[in-house]
């Protein structure tokens, strides 16, 4: 998960714990932020106190990674706050095409190659009531900043998680395909793990299955092959996640997607997680219990750097070049 400093620069949420990310300094030049067509300086950035994003939690959105001047799976992102905000009935107010052009702008607007973008959708301004109808036009709101990554030692190092008593909420409560602004569940879990001084929470679904991490996709490997639980599990279809499936098969690895339970997790060889914030990082160690020989697997090393050379080859120009 991602919060900003006073100085508008994203770091993600740790507990205090040792090895945790640290927040880069602040930028010199004012962060340009994009609201509803307009650029604004990080402290004129502003919304309505009755926008319904704000008072209950109603709208939808997308963390997106850049790497090197271009923007990582940008279309699968874009396709994704579309399917999310069709599904919640929200109407977008703008193309798809002048949506990709003000977040590559609002990228340059801030002189950045490297970073993270929260592009965001509100119901947009309405009264108290919970009516959604009462909201005539949504909004939308893109921020383009750096991002601390977890240092370079826990990708070595791996995750302790434990898991938490919050369930993950079902397709039938709230569907985990829509990712929406309302993310109580997630925090409800994160602050279990910050009290147990774990890196992150392992949540299950009603069955007790595992379903996925507050910000990340699961990942075990045993015997060679990876498997991931389903997204019938409670998961999100995370656009990391589908990375690894084009890796495994460009490594020819068998990836699969059974339930899983946590006597799965526990007897792994290697596990790890997946997330545009985290990217592909090892997990170690889950309710004290050693996973594999406590370290980054083989399977996951390889994961890891096929990941960041696309990551550092592919992906959307920011830039002309």
């Known amino acids: ?46 919304i309505s106190v009755f926008d319904h994003g704000l008072l209950y939690g109603d709208g939808v959105f997308e963390g997106i990674r850049f790497y090197n001047g271009r923007v990582f799976r940008m279309e699968e992102h874009m ?3 579309w399917e999310s905000a069709r599904s919640i009935c929200i109407e977008i107010p703008m193309s798809r ?16 190659r490297d970073g993270y973008v929260r592009l965001v959708v509100t119901r947009g301004v309405g009264n108290l009531g919970l009516n959604p109808a ?18 370079e030692e826990v990708y070595r190092r791996g995750l302790t998680v434990v898991t938490v008593a919050t369930r993950r909420m079902g397709p039938a409560t709230l569907n985990p395909a829509i990712k929406s602004l309302n993310y109580l569940n997630n925090i409800l879990a994160r602050i279990e793990a910050n009290l147990s001084q774990a890196d992150e929470a392992l949540m299950l679904n009603d069955a007790g299955n595992i379903a996925e991490c507050t910000a990340d996709n699961v990942f075990i490997v045993k015997r060679g092959q990876i498997m991931t639980p389903p997204i019938t599990a409670g998961a999100l279809r995370g656009i990391t996640r589908s990375v690894v499936f084009d890796i495994a098969a460009e490594l020819g690895i068998k990836i699969s997607e059974p ?29 004290g219990r050693i996973i594999g020989n406590g370290e980054a697997g083989a399977i996951t090393t390889r994961t890891i750097a096929r990941f960041r050379e696309l990551t550092r080859k592919s992906g959307t120009p920011i830039f002309s070049e």
């Open 1 to 46: 998960m991602l919060t900003k400093d006073v100085a508008g620069t994203a770091v993600m949420d740790k507990p205090e714990t040792a090895g945790k990310p640290k927040a880069v300094a602040p930028a010199t030049k004012a962060q340009k932020i994009y609201i509803d067509g307009q650029f604004y300086d990080h402290a004129d950035a502003k």
């Open 259 to 287: 339930d899983l339970t946590r006597h799965d997790l526990y007897i792994a060889d290697e596990a790890f997680l997946t997330g545009t914030a985290a990217e592909v990082i090892p997990m170690v160690r889950v309710d």
């Open 134 to 151: 009462q909201c005539k036009r949504s909004s939308i709101i893109i921020i383009a900043a750096k991002v601390a990554l977890y240092p």
């Open 79 to 81: 396709e994704r706050l």
């Open 97 to 112: 095409r002048d949506l990709d052009a003000a977040l590559l702008e609002t990228i340059r607007q801030n002189d950045l």
